[in-house]
C-alpha cells in the first residue's frame, strides 16, 4: 500500500476554508485516496474519497492532482467542531482492504 | 441504529489480569477490525476477520487473540495482560458497495494495565 506525507499541524481562523494538503507520490492506479478525523480520542470518521475526480459531499472537497500524487482536503467554511486530526489514507479496494494509518495532521480551527 | 458499540469503555488490569473488550455491530457489515492507538500514534491494526468465521494478524497481533462470534460481534482477547497494552482500543466495521471501503469506527475502550 503506498505511503502519505501529511504536514503535522495547521491552524485556521473559523469561518475562514480549512486546505489540508497530503503526498502520496506512490500511490497506483487503483487505489483510492480516503479522509478520516479524530475529534479529541473518539473513533475516527470517515470524511470523503476519491480515486481521480473531484469529490464533494456536505462536509468536505476532495481535490485530487491530474497525476495522482497529491491530494487536498478543503473544508470550505471551518468551525471550532473541525479542530481534530486529519487522515489521508490511500487504499487499494481489491487486496484485503486493510488500512494504513500515518500520524496526520493536527487542525486547530481559532475564533 | 446504534452502529458500533464497544464495552466497556474504560477498564484498569494488573499485569496478568486476563480480559475480553466486546464489539458488536448493527450495520450487517462482513468485515470487522480491532485497532490499537497509542498516545500521539497513529492506529494500528491487531487483528481483523473478512468475513463471520474467519481471522487474520494484523500488524501487532502479539500477545491478543480473537473471536468472530457471529457476524455481528468480533471480541478481543488479552489473555496476560502488560503494562505495554496500555492502549486505546478501537473496533471497526467495513461495508462495500457505494461508500467504497469506508470504515465505521466504535467509541473505543481505554484500557491501562498497571
Known amino acids: 500500500d503506498a505511503k502519505t506525507t501529511q504536514p503535522p499541524s495547521m491552524d485556521c481562523a473559523e469561518g475562514r476554508a480549512a486546505n489540508l494538503p497530503c503526498n502520496h507520490s506512490?500511490?497506483?492506479?487503483?487505489?483510492?485516496v480516503y479522509w478520516y478525523r479524530q475529534i479529541h480520542s473518539q473513533g475516527p470518521q470517515y470524511i470523503i474519497h476519491?480515486?481521480?475526480?473531484?469529490e464533494t459531499n456536505e462536509m468536505a472537497s476532495l481535490i485530487i492532482t491530474e497525476d495522482r500524487k497529491s491530494s487536498t482536503l478543503i473544508l470550505p467554511h471551518a468551525t471550532l467542531r473541525d479542530t481534530a486530526v486529519y487522515y489521508c489514507i490511500v487504499n487499494n479496494a481489491g487486496n484485503n482492504r486493510k488500512l494504513i494509518w500515518g500520524l496526520g495532521t493536527s487542525l486547530a480551527v481559532n475564533p | 441504529n446504534a452502529g458500533v458499540t464497544q464495552t466497556p469503555k474504560f477498564q484498569v488490569l494488573k499485569t496478568g489480569q486476563s480480559m475480553t473488550l466486546q464489539c458488536a455491530q448493527d450495520m450487517n457489515h462482513n468485515s470487522m477490525y480491532w485497532y490499537r492507538q497509542d498516545p500521539g500514534m497513529g492506529l494500528r491494526l491487531i487483528y481483523y476477520?473478512?468475513?463471520?468465521?474467519?481471522?487474520d494478524k494484523g500488524e501487532v497481533p502479539n500477545g491478543y487473540n480473537v473471536s468472530r462470534l457471529n457476524k455481528r460481534e468480533f471480541s478481543l482477547r488479552l489473555e496476560s495482560a502488560a503494562p505495554s497494552q496500555t492502549s486505546v482500543y478501537f473496533c471497526?466495521?467495513?461495508?462495500?458497495?457505494?461508500?467504497?471501503?469506508?470504515?465505521?469506527f466504535g467509541p473505543g475502550t481505554r484500557l491501562t494495565v498497571l
Open positions: 471497526a466495521t467495513q461495508g462495500a458497495g457505494g461508500f467504497g471501503d469506508t470504515q465505521y
Open positions: 476477520s473478512a468475513s463471520e468465521g474467519t481471522t
Open positions: 476519491g480515486l481521480k475526480n473531484n
Open positions: 506512490t500511490i497506483s492506479g487503483n487505489e483510492y
